[in-house]
C-alpha cells in the first residue's frame, strides 16, 4: 500500500489519454469496414456450421452449402466495397492543397 501514498499509481487517474497513432478512417470507409466485418464473421459461422452438419451427415447441409457459397461471393463483395470506398475517399476528399517542398517558389512581384 505505500507505493499508492507516495505517489506512484495514485497520482494518475484510471486512465491516460494518449493520441491516436493514425487519423481516424472517414465515416463511409468505417460504415463499409464495420458492414463486410460483420458479413465475413457471419459466412465464417455459416460455415462452420455446414462443416458440421457434412460430419453428422444432415440433411441440412446440402442447402447450407449453397448458402455457404452466396455467403462468400457477398463477403468478397463487401471486402471489395471496403477497399473501393477508401480508395472513392482518397481520391475525392484526400487532396491537401499546400505546395509541397518540392514545388517552384513563387515569383516575385514586381
Given at each position: 500500500?505505500?507505493?499508492?501514498?507516495?505517489?506512484?499509481?495514485?497520482?494518475?487517474?484510471?486512465?491516460?489519454?494518449?493520441?491516436?497513432?493514425?487519423?481516424r478512417?472517414?465515416?463511409?470507409?468505417?460504415?463499409?469496414?464495420?458492414?463486410?466485418?460483420?458479413?465475413?464473421?457471419?459466412?465464417?459461422?455459416?460455415?462452420?456450421?455446414?462443416?458440421?452438419?457434412?460430419?453428422?451427415?444432415?440433411?441440412?447441409?446440402?442447402p447450407?452449402?449453397?448458402?455457404?457459397?452466396?455467403?462468400?461471393?457477398?463477403?468478397?463483395?463487401?471486402?471489395?466495397?471496403?477497399?473501393?470506398?477508401?480508395?472513392?475517399?482518397?481520391?475525392?476528399?484526400?487532396?491537401?492543397?499546400?505546395?509541397?517542398?518540392?514545388?517552384?517558389?513563387?515569383?516575385?512581384?514586381?
Amino acid at each position: 500500500m505505500r507505493m499508492y501514498e507516495e505517489g506512484g499509481v495514485a497520482g494518475r487517474g484510471l486512465w491516460v489519454v494518449e493520441p491516436a497513432r493514425r487519423p481516424r478512417m472517414p465515416d463511409p470507409v468505417r460504415a463499409s469496414a464495420v458492414r463486410a466485418l460483420l458479413i465475413v464473421a457471419v459466412t465464417l459461422t455459416e460455415a462452420t456450421i455446414t462443416f458440421f452438419l457434412a460430419v453428422t451427415g444432415s440433411w441440412l447441409a446440402v442447402p447450407m452449402v449453397f448458402m455457404g457459397i452466396a455467403g462468400t461471393v457477398v463477403a468478397t463483395w463487401a471486402v471489395l466495397d471496403v477497399l473501393i470506398t477508401r480508395q472513392m475517399w482518397n481520391q475525392r476528399y484526400g487532396v491537401v492543397s499546400e505546395p509541397s517542398s518540392a514545388a517552384a517558389p513563387r515569383p516575385r512581384p514586381r
